[in-house]
């Protein structure tokens, strides 16, 4: 949504929840992971969270890709962004409307990243297990991200590092 239809978008957003909430339907409104109100950026800007949080019966906080296939290795949704997105949310709106998005997934970059070339490939926590399994690799955990990661080197001697989530990262982020 672009920034110049900020209201438009929460006017839309609020008639829609007196249309579906007549048909007992809820509105959930995703919200892009803003740390403030002067946050920049398409995907900000048009993200009033106050705005939205009062014309929908509840907000869904995307807390997640930091760590992005295109983007630079790093955890996908590392505890202490999330946080910092907890803590502007609640200055915005009641926590009785806030429903926490975390990922479920992780991403394995080959090294040495690149900006604009280097791609991660996407794939479950699962399969993210499975692969440290059979390349024989130590998950270790990020104290700092609460995120656990990896290093391996694949068939052709190229190092990889592998972000993901398990319970361990999923309890961390529960208990904000």
Request: overall charge negative.
């Given at each position: 949504v672009p920034p110049e239809l900020r209201e438009a978008y929460a006017a839309f957003v609020c008639r829609l929840r007196e249309a579906l909430n007549a048909e007992g339907k809820p509105v959930v409104a995703a919200l892009a992971p803003k740390t403030s109100a002067q946050q920049r950026g398409l995907l900000y800007e048009a993200h009033d969270y106050a705005a939205l949080s009062h014309a929908a019966n509840a907000v869904l906080l995307m807390a997640y890709e930091w760590g992005y296939t295109a983007g630079p290795?790093?955890?996908?949704?590392?505890?202490?962004?999330?946080?910092?997105?907890?803590?502007?949310?609640?200055?915005?709106?009641?926590?009785?409307?806030?429903?926490?998005?975390?990922?479920?997934?992780?991403?394995?970059?080959?090294?040495?990243?690149?900006?604009?070339?280097?791609?991660?490939?996407t794939f479950s926590s699962q399969?993210?297990?499975?692969?440290?399994?059979?390349?024989?690799?130590?998950?270790?955990?990020?104290?700092?991200?609460?995120s656990p990661c990896y290093h391996y080197f694949d068939k052709m001697r190229r190092e990889h590092v592998v972000w993901f989530e398990d319970a361990r990262s999923l309890r961390a982020k529960i208990a904000l």
């Open positions: 290795p790093m955890a996908v949704a590392p505890l202490t962004q999330v946080r910092r997105v907890l803590d502007y949310a609640l200055t915005e709106m009641a926590p009785e409307k806030i429903f926490l998005g975390v990922p479920t997934y992780g991403y394995d970059w080959p090294l040495p990243y690149e900006k604009g070339r280097t791609r991660a490939e399969a993210a297990v499975a692969r440290a399994r059979l390349v024989g690799a130590e998950i270790e955990f990020d104290e700092t991200a609460r």
